[in-house]
């Protein structure tokens, strides 16, 4: 009886249409990567001619390209996650604190995340560029000295981008902090403070413990969104100069430029491996701390 | 209150100006390089206008494509916000409460698409060869199944609150499957589908992969192209750039003052499953 009433309720072919498009517009085609990469397909033509591994040999003695190009997208995403996990705890602590426009500079710090990348980037290309903003300011007050190019040098280039992308994404972190610091329990603190604790003492021995759990959320979370990204890099440096700045997609799209849909494919192809192992695994440990505390 | 704390309260103070500086500095240079002529916005500092010139946004409104690219923004975001909420409700509602191997199954496979990354090259091709390439009906497919995973997400999480006396009071009624979520589930879900309005249709919106991708015709752009085609059209009139970047950021601006709560709601809902 209840069985046949669940059926008749909560019909499982209601399912059917989301599955079909979530399959067909978001995982087939990882999957017909796969094929293509193994032809010469092109956007101009529907002819199709199987090349076997003929892509990724190409690929491979590119002159390592696409080697720098996951280098960089790990350098970006670990040393972003640090940035907006460090970043995000102190302006986290210092939102906790009571005082007036509190919530406005909450809203505030928020708000580069819905503008979205191509406009931030394309503002950031103003303060940074060489005679851009920060430069002008930078004489202006007598520190010439410290005028740098600071998205077309080889060295500064990818913490430049690094250091807008935390600008801009900092807020998420900042926020997920400070609901775990709202939430260590205050007869805690005031117990150590009666005690006699420092408040260094009371933030190393009870705050960072109680939010250690969230840090590593935090940490983990924005690796595995800094191995996806892709608008705020092309948008600021198109993974130049040279491949300074190059990341997996950003070589994609300049694999792109011939028109060819193999050798591309054999590209987003590889990037799938490396981006959903490497997701496995964090998530795999942020489980695993998750059910430990 | 002691000097101590005087002091400290000072300093909170301080920092906090600082970060509210690092915010707002960024914005308040576009405003005000919006209201220079070109040969001043070419200096780029933080000098005032010597007069206000609203020159460039009337050029913006007049020969920008911004009108096109407002409008077709609209209508993708719009679009694929409506078909997001309808599908992910409902669907996220069967799943919670059809506990099965099957639907165990849905759930974690629709998830899977917060780790892995959609392949853009393979999918332009899959549009040419279904046809969906040259009009939007693509780009909102393609949109509307990346919205899919994280959006089941928390429609599953808030259906979990909801108690099934709910469904057995509506079919003691005599209800169907359909009438029983649109009529008694449905809107008991408005939070948790204004959470979901605000963050997908800022998301499409800003949407800048997709429409570079697999959107070949400029006449068919968003906002956000509109502004990088823009930008590169006129690389030496900061000026005008800058007004055409206040205004497409002005839509934005509305939805985030109007849907602050639900943002932030919703951002935490994401954080505790990832």
């Given at each position: 009886m209840h069985h046949a009433y669940k059926k008749t309720y909560y019909p499982?072919?209601?399912?059917i249409p989301i599955l079909l498009i979530f399959t067909v517009f978001y995982l087939s085609p990882a999957l017909l990567g796969l094929l293509y990469s193994l032809t010469d397909a092109s956007?101009?033509?529907s002819g199709i001619r199987f090349v076997g591994l003929e892509n990724y040999r190409l690929l491979f003695s590119d002159g390592g390209a696409f080697f720098v190009s996951i280098w960089n997208q790990f350098k970006f995403a670990i040393l972003d996650a640090l940035g907006k996990t460090a970043i995000g705890l102190l302006l986290a602590l210092l939102l906790n604190r009571k005082f007036r426009g509190n919530h406005f500079l909450r809203a505030m710090i928020y708000v580069p995340i819905m503008f979205g990348t191509i406009m931030i980037a394309i503002i950031f290309n103003y303060i940074l560029s060489y005679d851009g903003f920060l430069n002008n300011l930078l004489s202006g007050i007598g520190l010439s000295a410290l005028t740098r190019d600071w998205l077309g040098s080889f060295e500064l280039a990818m913490y430049s981008v690094i250091a807008v992308d935390i600008w801009v994404g900092v807020g998420w972190s900042m926020l997920l902090i400070l609901a775990a610091l709202q939430s260590v329990q205050k007869e805690l603190i005031e117990c150590a403070e009666i005690d006699g604790a420092t408040p260094l003492a009371r933030f190393f021995h009870i705050t960072l413990p109680s939010i250690a759990g969230t840090l590593n959320l935090s940490f983990l979370l924005s690796i595995i969104s800094g191995l996806k990204a892709f608008d705020i890099i092309y948008a600021m440096t198109r993974g130049g100069p040279g491949h300074a700045t190059e990341v997996m997609s950003t070589f994609l799209v300049k694999s792109m430029s011939a028109g060819s849909i193999g050798y591309p494919a054999a590209i987003s192809v590889l990037q799938f491996i490396v981006i959903t192992t490497a997701a496995m695994i964090i998530s795999y440990f942020s489980n695993r701390r998750e059910s430990a505390s | 209150m002691s000097a101590a704390s005087r002091m400290f309260k000072s300093l909170t103070y301080l920092a906090a100006l600082i970060v509210f500086l690092i915010y707002a500095i960024p914005f308040a240079l576009i405003l005000i390089t919006s209201l220079k002529d070109e040969q001043q916005s070419?200096?780029?500092?933080f000098a005032l206008p010597d007069q206000l010139r609203f020159e460039n946004y009337l050029t913006v409104f007049e020969q920008g494509d911004i009108w096109r690219g407002f409008s077709n923004g609209m209508f993708v975001s719009v679009t694929v916000t409506l078909l997001t909420v309808l599908l992910c409700a409902f669907s996220a509602f069967i799943i919670q409460r059809r506990r099965t191997a099957f639907t165990r199954f849905a759930y974690q496979f629709l998830l899977a698409g917060m780790v892995a990354p959609f392949s853009f090259i393979p999918a332009i091709k899959l549009l040419q060869t279904l046809h969906?390439?040259?009009?939007f009906s693509g780009l909102i497919m393609v949109d509307l199944a990346g919205q899919i995973p994280f959006t089941i997400l928390i429609y599953y999480s808030f259906v979990?609150?909801?108690?099934?006396e709910m469904d057995e009071a509506a079919v003691v009624d005599g209800c169907g499957p359909m009438r029983m979520f649109f009529r008694i589930i449905f809107p008991l879900l408005m939070p948790v589908v204004s959470t979901n309005v605000v963050l997908t249709f800022t998301a499409i919106w800003n949407d800048f992969g997709n429409v570079l991708f697999l959107v070949p015709k400029t006449a068919m752009w968003t906002m956000p192209m509109g502004v990088f085609n823009f930008q590169q059209l006129y690389t030496y009139n900061y000026g005008l750039v800058c007004a055409y970047i206040a205004v497409a950021l002005l839509p934005v601006l509305v939805i985030y003052l109007a849907g602050q709560k639900y943002i932030i709601s919703g951002m935490t809902a994401g954080a505790v499953k990832g």
């Open positions: 499982v072919y209601y399912l956007i101009k033509t | 070419k200096i780029m500092n969906m390439g040259n009009n979990q609150g909801i108690p099934k």
